[in-house]
């Protein structure tokens, strides 16, 4: 079953990490995509600084376009990845082991993949 796991972090936190710290964990997070290369069904994309974001939202007069992330929560997405592997517990045991975990602020969000489109053919 193909999941999306989302990574999301708290910036004030990570902001407070040391740099050499952070390269000891972005050294294991490598590591981690290798040991989990066969489940993944696309590695993902890490993303820009969520300052950099652009929504477009709804609007009483159609389509508004805002600087920065799409809510109001203090969590960001900083990246994603598509796995494929047999259920949730499978996807929950991997995750758990995903390095920067040990990070205050930071968590991993999976949800299952739409994949049978056939509920929109006529």
Not at 31 to 46: I, L, N, Q, R, V
Not at 65 to 82: L, N, R
Not at 91 to 109: C, D, Y
């Amino acid at each position: 079953m193909k999941y999306v796991i989302m990574f999301t972090s708290t910036p004030e936190l990570d902001a407070a990490v040391p740099p050499e710290r952070r390269q000891e964990v972005y050294g294991r997070i490598y590591s981690w995509f290798g040991e989990h290369g066969e489940k993944f069904d696309d590695t993902g994309a890490e993303l820009e600084s969520e300052t950099t974001a652009t929504t477009v939202k709804h609007g009483a007069g159609g389509p508004v376009v805002v600087d920065g992330p799409f809510s109001e929560a203090k969590e960001v997405v900083g990246g994603f990845s598509i796995i494929d592997v047999p259920d949730l517990d499978a996807a929950i045991e991997m995750v758990k082991t995903w390095p920067s975990l040990e990070f205050p602020g930071v968590a991993v969000e999976i949800r299952p993949m739409v994949v049978d489109y056939t509920q929109f053919e006529q």
